[in-house]
């Protein structure tokens, strides 16, 4: 039902509020800025180098030669128009629904969920943690991304504890239905894995659902579009129970969002009809029999193991404790973009730093290799697909 969920959404009325828009630190202001708190949340994303390197990011499909096929940048926006609608419909705060789609994605590492895989084994082998984009993009957008303020000065983005939640808490991976948002106030730092937490917000519980939404379909045109479905798509016909009508993004995404519409409510959660659900996880399986899985893919993800790797036992095997910034000198003859790139991004968060223009956290001690070797996973977790590549072509070229 329309604005059903309104009395419960994200404004200063809520039990919450305060929380929601709270700040780790306070966020400088300015006399005229007309904005509200997630307005500025919304802005600083959308002005992030992070957001902007999404549009040479995978999605599914490495490097298509057809304009058309989405990209990670193309997902997000797909996810920020879905979740409107959603919030919208509900009667939810549509700023802070806008801030947590634009951003939810900003940890992806390139080369999309296989590059993650990698980084992870990596993580776990060297540091033994692990690394998920979600909790990458916390850490991102809390400790990496920098924006200059009206001073000149570079300050971390800062944002709200509600975008912060739902960055952390969006994992799309779902097979429940009935989504409700979490009562307790929790830190952060204490999600150990995806999808431990519910959110904290109705409005990130539609971004996360959203997210479900806006891929599953997406895929499936875009697999249709660059032929691997051709064998298949009788099976997806029987599988939707439709025929005479074309199957594609739009047709999948307007029934889903009405069925979810019609079914929501403060008291029920947000939540599918018993047979849209069904549908939803037979399609994910589907896709994941003939598209994720399907054997093209893997002569590149084998590739993107082989770039990846690289590029993280070049930086690592160069660490000399606290002469490394000497040791990277001396290679720069052989790998100068790689090279200049690293260190220029590295002494913005280290202890080596004069800290000129810098208003940011200190990440990184140099005399510690664990925090090198955690760098190097934060330096390439940001690359492009085409960067990491053209890295990798530095390395092995002379």
Known sequence: MKDSFKLVSANPNNIKWNNIISRVSPLYTRKNDVRSEFERDFNRI????????????????????????????????????????????????????????????????????????????????????????????????????????????????????????????????INENSIFPRKDFIDLSDYEYPNQFAPYTWEACVVKIADKISYIGRDIEDAITLGLLDEHLEELYSLIGVRNVTINNTVIINNLIYDLCNN???????????????????????????????????????????????????????????????????????????????????????????????KNKILFDISNPEDYYFSIICYISGMTDKFAIDIYNEIIGF
């Open 46 to 173: 959308l002005h992030s180098n992070a957001y902007r390197r999404l549009k040479h990011k995978t999605q599914v499909f490495f490097s298509p030669q057809n304009d058309h096929i989405c990209t990670r940048i193309e997902h997000v926006n797909l996810v920020e128009s879905i979740s409107y609608t959603l919030a919208h419909y509900f009667g939810l705060n549509e700023e802070l629904t806008r801030a947590i789609a634009l951003s939810h994605d900003l940890g992806h590492a390139p080369f999309g969920h296989k590059g993650e895989k990698v980084l992870n084994e990596i993580c776990k082998r060297d540091l033994n943690t692990s690394f998920w984009h979600e909790k990458n993009g916390l850490y991102f957008v809390d400790n990496i991304e920098l924006l200059e303020d009206y001073e000149g000065y570079k300050q971390n983005l800062n944002l709200t504890y509600g975008v912060r939640d739902g960055i952390i808490s969006h994992c799309g991976e």
């Open 264 to 358: 929501s409510s403060p008291d029920n959660g947000l939540c599918f009809s018993n047979p849209s659900l069904e549908l939803m996880n037979k399609i994910k399986d589907f896709n994941y029999k003939y598209i994720y899985f399907n054997d093209i893919l893997k002569p590149s993800d084998n590739y993107f193991s082989v770039v990846i790797n690289q590029i993280y036992d070049t930086l690592k095997n160069l660490y000399c404790g606290t002469n490394t910034i000497s040791m990277l000198n001396n290679y720069k003859k052989f790998y100068p973009t790689l090279i200049n790139g690293f260190i220029n991004w590295f002494i913005n968060f280290s202890n080596i730093s004069d800290r000129y223009k810098l």
